[in-house]
């Protein structure tokens, strides 16, 4: 239950003072009584009232005189005070309201009046003490807060931070952030109207929340990263008057990698941006861990990140003894890619000679949970001497970086024109494969299969071409990798499956034992439809599963044996051929005969092409000739160049050959002709290539 409001009554006549009295306390109020202004204001200092009625003529000194004092000491709100005074004398009226009394009463007194009137100021005067208390509790909180608590008077344009905020951007307590246009035109010029339209879109409304991550220009001309959150306060209309909220400085969230602690990309690419603004002249070193993918499936789940930290740390510690007198800082620019920043290098021979060292520095082993793992890195290097965006360093040695690799592990290459060249011309390559399928750029043409023993073409291999316009055919050794990398091979090979098998069942007419092969990518053999779209084919077509081989390097197997024994399977149960491609080159080649349900086996090339001048090589093939055997296994050997060749692998035991020797890959038409040649005559009736 509230405590009742405490009263001071103030007058010389008792029975004033005394029925007054009664009133109150019957009203439920406390009340005290004075009848002179010196015990009135005795009273005053020692006891704490809620207000205070006094009667204007008083013995000694006035009411006004009282009313002066207390006013010396009190505001309105803080002890209201309300004057007694006679009805026609309203000068006296008005200079108390003047000195600060709250109201005033006349006499002869209206009780009813009276007691509307001390309950009117009470109610004022507990309302002001209660937003006083709110606006000084606000004024602690935003001077001690940690947060940026900000205040935007939409009517003013006036915008109001806590010191802390003020200080943290290096602004004086005496020349704060004083309007928003102000604060907009520290907003980095990137971000600015992105910020503009979520506080626009907020005000009106669109938005139940205003948040906003940018960046702000700091007094010492750094750009710090800034959350900022709010929300609208609206009048009794409904009207937008002012955005209230907090912002909070996230520079280290949004600049710092957690993992190494070192500046992420983000910072590196702000970093090059500003020094290319400036015209310094600067260099970047980008490394990368070789094999990281390697590196992450023979380590524990985790574990990679601890590999990566120790990583960082040893170039961040190699800089600080290397870099003496040069400014360089070393940054976490990708997920197994590190990249040095050179303020004022001097050139490219400071820069590569600081990789050389950076990738020394991973000589020695890294011990991972009590692992030791060995690790290097390769590194591209690019230099600017003004006039070059951040953008395009940052490009540039990443160009390098992919140049260095196709050396091998742990070199290291500087940037040159000719690298951007062919990024450019690489680049143009997997835009115009994006649309070759749609235009039907892309032919099939084969390469046919023969049996060894009776000279009669028995098969042959689909293989793709690309009539590019404006260049020709390509190899398929330049798009291939690249279909691989922009998933074009999906498409890619689903085409030639459908083709090869259209054509096949058309030539099957005529020679009903002929049989495909199709190349089946690393990406076609993890999809999970697989099957069904061999299916599909072979069901458009018309053609028996038995006649189309399907052919699989060992690279695939490795990445999930469990799918591809699942796969393997599923196409084995369909009827479908399976050819182990380029046996002998991997590791696990015997094992995965034992493992999946392969029925061909092709030998690879390298055997074949060293047959007759390799002692090893002959005795490779003359070993799997017998491991095929025993396992009932057909058995190709692809690349048969030469006669010396063919017969050295008929006197080994080989049943099944393709290459140039019989003929390369050819288009359908041409396929035809051969096949109604090698009908009509033996292979040695074709004309001498040797």
């Known amino acids: 239950m509230p405590i009742p409001a405490h009263l001071l009554l103030v007058d010389d006549d008792e029975s004033n003072r005394d029925l007054l009295h009664r009133r ?22 020692s006891h ?15 009411g006004l005189e009282v009313l002066r004092r207390i006013r010396e000491a009190w505001s309105d709100s803080e002890l209201p005070v309300i004057m007694v005074t006679a009805l026609d004398d309203s000068e006296e009226i008005v ?29 004022l005067a507990l309302t002001d003490r ?21 205040e935007w008077d939409l009517a003013s344009a006036n915008l109001h931070c806590s010191p802390y905020w003020n200080s943290k951007f290096g602004l004086s307590t005496d020349k704060p952030f004083a309007s928003t246009e102000e604060w907009f035109g520290r907003i980095h010029p990137d971000d600015r109207a992105r910020v503009r339209s979520a506080v626009q879109a907020h005000i009106e409304g669109r938005s139940a929340a205003l948040e906003s991550e940018y960046r702000m220009r700091h007094q010492d001309g750094q750009y710090r990263w800034i959350e900022s959150r709010g929300s609208i306060a609206r009048n009794a209309a409904g009207q937008a008057v002012r955005l209230v909220g907090c912002q909070t400085d996230i520079t280290v969230r949004k600049t710092v990698d957690p993992l190494t602690s070192l500046p992420n990309r983000a910072w590196l690419e702000e970093e090059l941006g500003s020094l290319a603004a400036e015209g310094r002249r600067m260099a970047l070193v980008v490394l990368e861990l070789d094999g990281f993918d390697r590196i992450q499936e023979n380590l524990q789940n ?25 400014s360089a800082a070393a940054a976490r620019s990708g997920e197994h890619q590190f990249g040095v920043l050179l303020r004022d ?21 890294f011990t991972v949970n009590g692992q030791s793992v060995f690790a290097t890195a390769s590194a591209g290097i690019a230099v600017a001497y003004g006039g070059v965006s951040g953008d395009d360093l940052l490009r540039d040695a990443t160009a390098a970086l992919r140049h260095a690799r196709e050396q091998g592990i742990g070199h290291s290459a500087v940037f040159q024109t000719f690298m951007r060249r062919d990024d450019l011309a690489e680049m143009h390559l997997e835009h115009d494969l994006h649309h070759a399928v749609e235009r039907s750029e892309f032919e099939v043409w084969y390469q046919p299969k023969v049996d060894l023993d009776d000279d009669r073409i028995v098969g042959c291999e689909a293989l793709v071409r690309w009539r590019r316009p404006g260049h020709g055919l390509v190899s398929p050794a330049v798009f291939i990798p690249a279909a691989e990398r922009n998933g074009v091979i999906g498409p890619l090979g689903r085409f030639v499956l459908e083709r090869a098998c259209r054509d096949i069942v058309d030539l099957r007419r005529e020679y009903p034992w002929l049989s495909v092969s199709v190349n089946v990518s690393g990406r076609q053999f993890t999809e999970p439809d697989l099957v069904e779209q061999v299916r599909a084919c072979l069901e458009a077509a018309g053609l028996e599963p038995g006649a189309l081989r399907l052919e699989i390097t060992e690279t695939f197997l490795l990445e999930d044996p469990d799918l591809a024994l699942t796969t393997l399977s599923r196409l084995r149960t369909l009827g479908v051929g399976l050819k182990l491609d380029d046996f002998g080159s ?9 493992k999946y349900p392969f029925d061909t086996v092709k030998i690879d090339r390298a055997f074949v092409s060293h047959i007759t001048s390799s002692h090893e090589s002959m005795e490779i093939v003359r070993a799997i000739v017998g491991l095929t055997r025993s396992l009932r296994l057909h058995l190709v050997a692809e690349g048969i160049e030469n006669r010396a060749q063919l017969e050295c692998l008929k006197e080994l035991g080989c049943r099944y050959g393709q290459g140039y020797w019989f003929s390369p890959p050819v288009e359908l038409e041409r396929l035809r002709e051969l096949m109604a040649e090698w009908g009509a005559c033996p292979a040695g009736c074709l004309e001498v290539k040797d």
Not at 24 to 44: N, P
């Open 95 to 123: 200079a108390a309201l003047r000195m600060g009394a709250n109201d005033y009463v006349t006499k002869p007194m209206d009780f009813a009046v009276t007691l509307a009137r001390i309950e009117t100021r009470l109610r």
């Open 48 to 62: 704490p009232y809620d207000l205070v009625l006094v009667d204007h003529v008083l013995p000694g000194i006035s």
């Open 345 to 365: 290098a001097s050139g490219p021979a400071a820069a590569k000679e600081l990789a050389v060292c950076l990738q020394a520095t991973l000589g020695d082993p």
């Open 586 to 594: 991997g590791y696990s080649s015997l094992d995965y005969l034992q």
């Open 24 to 45: 109150l306390l019957r009203s439920g109020y406390l009340a005290d009584t004075a009848e002179d202004g010196e015990q009135a204001l005795r009273m005053v200092e």
């Open 130 to 150: 209660e937003l006083r208390r709110t606006r000084e509790l606000y004024r602690l909180a935003l001077g001690a807060s940690e947060e940026g608590l900000w």
């Open 302 to 326: 985790g574990d990679s990140g601890l590999l990566l930290a120790a990583v960082g740390g040893r170039f961040r510690d190699s800089l600080q003894t290397a870099t003496e007198g040069v």
